[in-house]
């Protein structure tokens, strides 16, 4: 990876970044390097499409086209072909990466316990680790695990929707707890709070059926 083109991406100069990759590209062809830093970058910007196609060139090119795997089953994934993007990580060797994109195909496809059961065995459990494993909690029902899970995330970690989950998970046995964390998500992005509110409405509304609250 190119460091120098990495910290100008991170300070928010994406364009150039993005810029400067395709000319050492164009410079140097089979240098796998700057295809697996570009598509990455390509990727955060929404542009899974480009990085398939940069990548799908870059296997004529590059000497070990495997290496290039990864990047490519992730493109499949976003663009919501889960059975093609699986059928590649299955290809390779599993590490912390492959591992959390599986159980994330799993979690798509419906099969929970198979999501669940790859979650955990990551080591790392850092913070997307366990928005992954409380959202596989959630799937399945069991909102005390999901409600355990997200509060390993720390408070200054949590986004909109950690917080709107946490409400989420609470509104069944502690609503006013709920309604804190409902309110604190809605200060933190708006536009998110109403969507997921429109999202969950059908399980509040079970949750408040059963409790008979209106």
Known sequence: MDKKIANLYDAGNVDKAIHLLIEKINKHPKDIENYLQLSTYLIEQNAADQALELLEKARGLVKHPEDLTYNIAVCYYIQGDFAKSLALLNSIADDEETIYQKALIFMKLG???KALAYALTLKNQ???TLELIGDIWLSLGDFKSANQTYNKISEDQRNAKINFLLGLTLFDT???EAE??????KSQDP?????AQKQYNAVAKLIRGKNGRN
């Open 174 to 176: 502690d609503p006013d």
């Open 126 to 128: 850092d913070e997307r």
């Open 111 to 113: 099969q929970y316990q």
């Open 191 to 195: 536009n998110y709070f109403a969507q």
């Open 180 to 185: 804190k964390y409902f309110k604190l998500s």
